[in-house]
């Protein structure tokens, strides 16, 4: 047997300590899933022999060859028994099954064949009953445990002093450790009922809902990107929200359920049921050109069958998606007939992940004030288009050759200086040669190319001087050049794009101001178009294409050596969007046209090093839609030919000109509101499309069988009188009676948040493969009060999550200490039994909000959009579509809890990753615990975890300047430090100093280390050198592990 | 009972089903330093290889621009693809479109022993071609990048499973002792058709978190957080974790806990990461005569720079080293991306294969050359090709691997692989065998499942092997 199923295949620790009789679910079951049921179980696909073992009708009965494989009470006449004690050939199971049983599992078969061969259905499988308590008295949790720990010769160990159960309490219901003073409270509360005011009082905070949302986030894969290829962004974060609140609010689970599941079809749904409803969408989608998409179709169901199997049934069925389930009763058809109910989710395999259709269904959250006001502003900006589009067509149709031959090019100018405010170098290419990088690698003559390049500041404004000549210029020109050495998106340099927040110009210190602008259109940020440049708004910036024409207010006339200023205001709260590679130009043509901008067209038309100066583009200015539209009769002119046309005249008729600045103005004042207004991805309902069993997942099948919406067969029925089963049925279905799986794999999971480890710790296979629970009695009984409580139950109703909390954490068993003993740890090595309390390192979330909390960094604030803590430059380099750098968030944004940072699948913000976050690509129900030496990098060198270091000094400086090491240790530990352990920090308080004063320019460079603010009181060195002390106390074991 | 004891006793009866359970888990396999044993222990049979570096073509390079060669092809350039080839057959951009031959767009010529064909755009690989062994009977299951990765790399296109790296420090463990035992580089090209790759890729899936890739960067600290912040010079550093190992040791002295013990050996770890990857990524002490020859500059992060550092990181007992060079996704200018892709590959790709060869190294390290998957004989737009899953090329070349062979072919086309047809499975299955690992006995418990890694499927290759 191989190490690997040595360790992972361990006996379960209920079979190792059990004494006889012989029982099937406990000793058995666990025995022929692994090692017979492949070949001698559910499957008929991979059936050998025609023999199945998981039956005892079947099992029981005369073989061909007229052998019997289990004769009760005769293991000397079953076939079973004499092949499994056989040698050689015959031995089962066989050498190519890479299986081998123990001599005692051969004996517990032999004994249970010889006691009757009692078959047991699968414990999970049966209705929750109630188990009657061991003892009436006290808490039923304690009661079971203690009945059993009394069999097994133990007891509850006892209870942990009041700081540790403080601690424990607060990291389990909070995530956040406690104050001082709240534990200094507790400590001094003599009262009987102390613990339970502490756990009620811990309950209510909105910190608790924080922390309880965590792992069901990871379950429900929520994430604010698509997971797929480009990995965009989506606006999913209300649904988070929606899950906060549902914890703080106690919501039933069953309404919790029905509301996700099906929230969409609820009778008169609310917006909150609709928010609800984004669970569905919380799949991985993919954007990427090419895709088949069936083929996605097929991905997108199947991971929801996987996912709402793991959180509601416990159970995995993905193994059912290629054929019958090998171990457990599910059927390949119960796969397909569980995806038909999200047959009706309107979707496209491939899923638009840009521009205004992206992420199809979106629910926008408007107040109804708010939609009274943009109803009134989309009334008006189509009323404005609309006069200028029939004013537009009455004189078109007297124009019928309009465009004629003027020329109205871009005059690309050679600036004379060009200066940044805020820390990047400006270089001007005007005759100088310029390497570029944008589908290869030239070097050419930069004619007026400005290039940023060193420091890359958060936000920056450029000044460019022209000196254009004596001229007349009724228009201004910004073209942005592509470069694959900029990594937001080939434009600026940083973030996923450039924000030009605002532009303008002067000359003779006299304003010249913009009326209109506009650029060529990408249909990706369709919240940043043109106008956002010129609206006076510092909050709103053009985001969207690459060129940007700027029409003057009236004709700039220039002198021979008149110098016109431009300024280009890059302000936006995205860090670092900040231009990269431009080049300006001036119109003196009536009009000029933007949309030559365009790249390509660009470097077509730059090509040819012979062209003196850059003012002759390759459509002489005018939209090739346009000059080949034209070419054609008015009434074969294509739709998209049409539409150039008609914009090219509205852009370019003199006597159009106000009505179109009308209406380039409303239609932003309309968009700038429809923006600033949240939106989630939501569940529409539409025909549903036809489910068929996809033997092997092969998805370009299509002569299979057509199943219609069904739980798995053996669990039940849906009962809907002939009428197709929707998704509120299913959800219905899952919190019924008839369902014994969801409340167990709840109550278990939910066990698992208190104790470490679930009551069977296979949190995500209930099913024959999962470990059989440790106290069977208890999960049961916890299932039974969570669905209907009784005891202590004043103010609980049916599926209270809080309940269920508040019963384990009030019982004995949650507050023992964790110390074990020798004997204990001999017997109960991994605390299965719980005669003591367990240890374990809080999750990624956690160590983070505890350095924020301890330090004061830490910004309470509940809900609200995805947040972005820093995180390395570079870190996204492995990314594309768009290429994109980690553009950290601002103020309070950066010290948020860690439940709100945004979740980024392909590239999870590393002090997630490394400390064991999931992902969440795939449902994910339980989380591993590593200790690793990239954690420890982590916490002593990322960034977040300095500056919470340096704070955190401060803090305790500013509450005990005499003594602030013992200060910040009672702050993080909630205890004053030992001798022994004051000593190790005051000697590296020592020598921190010494250096420091040595060297003062170490000191502000560790003082620099982010943003919060820091007080100019304190001499640097003497910071510094407690900064040095708080970082150690960060990263001792002790703050981030829960006792 | 010693600690050491009980903590793998707890090891031994954890699974990873909870919070202490992974905790001992992690405990009993961390010692002092980063070398570790495996799972596989002894080999389930001898090993040829010790070490993989996978030189991945992100992107899905064309095997008709590179080594199959296919010159009826070239004659059918322009001619309808038959319909019996690629009726009911997957595909992507071209879906709905006319599918026509797209002749070779660069000649091939005549390299090594065997005059091996291969595209003349990469002569310093054929200077090598007597050391390869040329798959040209490559097939997969998924025809866009995100999911042929993620297969590739894991086997299963469900996020969540264990990379490939993964897979062999679990079961081999590591020998090197102050560098992770899984490292990974990624470096860009010059075309701009650079396909995302996620970290997904070289993630240890269900597997302990210890197990994943490292990626190292050259933007930025080589390894995330491998610098001191700023203002932290080494010494204040190693008192720093002095104090926190002195303080960690005073709790372990009460709580008994051996996951304080692990989480002082970490930080040590740390320490020594710390003074190891800085000196460990500056190739610019590398002889000129090296750095020519792979035609390296230091510092640039180049795919020709992460060649010599995967040479280096091989060197001090890296278990497995992937390079990911991206902007192989030619769905237009085949012709002239190609010459990139080779001005940026060729050269270091031979380099690697000389240098270990001139070190002794190459007789048990496994070097693989190959994407994600391949390129189809149709054209697309008329001057590049889409993505193709029914037949492309690998290169294999070391440890357990014949050399101077090639094995498996496609058709006429280039189209459909025909003769000795090699899956991803059956690819990581070889791969394995060579390292001593039996695909079929490398499992994990997942899900009720003993979880082979590999997936359900996949044979050794076995005429390829030494």
Known sequence: MSVARFLFAAVALSATLAAAPVSFNRDIRPIMSDTCLRCHGPDKSSRMANLRLDLREEATKALRNGRTPIVPGDPDHSEIITRIFATGARIMPPEFAHKTLTDAQKQTLKRWVAEGAVYEGHWAYQPVRRPEPPVLAGNPVDAFIEARLAREGLKFSAEADRRTLLRRASFDLTGLPPTPAEVTAFQNDKSPDAWVKVVDRLMASSHYAEKQAMHWLDAVRYADSAGFHGDNLWPAWPYRDYVLKAFRDNKPFDQFTREQLAGDLMPNATVEQKIASAYNRMNRYSAEGGLQPKEYLAKYGADRVRTLSAVWLGSTMGCAECHDHKFDPFASKDFYSMKAFFADIKETGLMPDRGADAWGSKLLLATPEQQRQLDALTAKADAARRELDEKAKALLAKAPNYVGTADRSWHWQKPVSARAAAGSVLKIYNDEMVESSINGFERKRGDGLIVASGPIPSNDTYTVELRPGAGKWTALGLDLHSDEVLPGNGLARGADRFVLTEVDAEMNGRKLPFVLATANKTDVHVDAPAMAAIDGDPSTGWSEGHMLGLRFGSTVTTAADSVITVRLHQDSPIRRAVIGRFRVALSNAEYSWPYLGDSGKQSKARTDENQAVLNVDVEHGVPFDVTEGFKAEPDKRTERQQKAILDFFEFTTPELQPLLIAAEQTAWERTRFFWSIPRVVTTETTEPAITRILPRADWMNETTEIVQPAVPAFLGKVETGGRRATRLDLANWLVSAQNPLTARAYANRTWREFFGMGITKSLDDLGSQGEAPVHPELLDWLASEFVQPSYDAAGAHAWDMKHLVRTIVLSKAYRQTSMSTPALDEKDPDNRLIARQSRFRVDAEVVHDTALQVSGLLVDQFGGPPVKPVAPAGYLFAMNFPKRDYSESRGADLYRRGVYTEWQRTFLHPALLNFDAPTREECAVNRTNSNTPLQALDLLNDPIFVEASRVFAQRALAANPKNPIDEAFRLAEDRLPTAQERRILLGLHAESLKQFRADPKAAEALLSVGEAPRPKAVAAADLAALTAVTRAILNLHETITRN | ?466
């Open chain 2, 1 to 466: 009972m010693t600690n050491t004891e009980l903590c793998r006793r707890s090891f031994l009866r954890a699974g990873l089903g909870g919070i202490s359970g992974s905790l001992a888990l992690n405990s009993l396999l961390s010692a002092q330093n980063l070398a570790s044993k495996g799972v596989v222990n002894p080999l389930h049979h001898a090993a040829k290889a010790k070490r993989v570096i996978f030189l991945y073509q992100a992107g899905g390079p064309s095997h008709l621009e590179t080594f199959d060669y296919k010159p009826q092809l070239a004659k059918l350039d322009g001619k309808p693809m038959p319909e019996s080839l690629t009726k009911g057959q997957q595909i992507a951009q071209l879906q709905g479109k006319d599918l026509v031959c797209f002749g070779p767009q660069h000649k091939f010529a005549r390299f090594g022993k065997n005059g091996e064909q291969l595209c003349e755009l990469f002569p310093h690989i054929g200077s090598v071609v007597d050391d390869l062994c040329i798959v040209r009977s490559m097939t997969t299951e998924q025809i866009n990048h995100d999911p042929a990765h993620t297969i590739m790399n894991t086997g299963s296109i469900i996020p969540g499973r264990p990379s490939m790296g993964s897979w062999l420090l679990y079961g081999l463990g590591s020998e090197a002792e102050n560098l992770p035992g899984f490292v990974v580089l990624v470096s860009n090209g010059k075309g701009g058709q650079m396909q995302p790759i996620a970290a997904r890729q070289w993630s240890a899936g269900l597997l302990p978190s210890k197990f994943q890739g490292v990626k190292f960067n050259s933007i930025g600290d080589p390894v995330l957080y491998i610098n001191n912040p700023p203002g932290v010079n080494a010494k204040l550093q190693e008192q720093s974790i002095n104090a926190v190992n002195a303080m960690n040791k005073i709790g372990y002295g009460t709580l008994k806990d051996p996951e304080i013990l692990t989480r002082v050996a970490q930080y040590e770890l740390a320490f020594k990461m710390q003074t190891s990857v800085p000196d460990l990524v500056d190739v610019s002490k590398e002889p000129k005569s090296v750095l020519d020859m792979y035609g390296a500059n230091p510092g640039d992060g180049s795919f020709a720079s992460n060649c010599l550092l995967a040479r280096k990181l091989a060197e001090r007992g890296v278990r497995f080293i992937q390079l990911y060079h991206r902007d192989w996704d030619h769905h237009g200018g085949v012709k002239a991306n190609m010459e990139f892709k080779a001005q940026e590959t060729d050269r270091a790709t031979a380099a690697l294969i000389k240098d270990l060869k001139q070190r002794g190294m190459l007789d048990d390290t496994l070097v693989i050359w190959g994407g994600e998957f391949g390129r189809t004989p149709m054209s697309q737009g008329g001057d590049g090709r889409d993505h193709h899953i029914k037949g492309f090329t690998y290169l294999m070349a070391g440890g357990g691997i014949k050399r101077g062979i090639s094995y498996g072919a496609t058709d006429d086309f280039g189209y459909a692989a025909q003769e000795n047809v090699v899956t991803v499975h059956d690819f990581h299955a070889t791969m394995l065998h060579v390292l001593g690992i039996d695909h079929k006995r490398l499992s994990v418990k997942f899900q009720g499942l003993d979880a082979r890694l590999t997936g359900i499927s996949g044979d050794v290759v076995r005429d390829i092997l030494v």
